[in-house]
């Protein structure tokens, strides 16, 4: 399951919507719906993420939110160490074979430490 499949999913639940409905009154089917929020689809369009926030009327810091979670949202993501260090390299490749290893509360640390650094560089 993906950051933003999950959220869908949180949405649709605490509004008793089921996911046929909400595939019918966004234009999709309801495989797709179900295979992006179990995860198994690529990340979604920007317009279908801004379908999604016309359709749960989701405003402000929610949607921005939401947006961000679809951007982080690649089932199966790639990363470019071209022009990095050898250490930088060495981590994307150790995350790749072992992450499946790692349990929520070490995924969640990394998270947390990445963010905080990306903040401090902006």
Known sequence: MTPFGR???????????????????????AAYLSALEKGNRGAPSWQFVQKVITYFNIIWDDAEELQALARTSHPKAIVDTTGLSPEATELANLLAARIGELTQQDILAVIHEVRVRANRNK
């Open 7 to 29: 959220r869908v999913r949180e949405l649709r639940s605490d509004r008793n919507i089921t996911q046929k409905q909400m595939a019918a009154d966004l234009g999709v089917s």
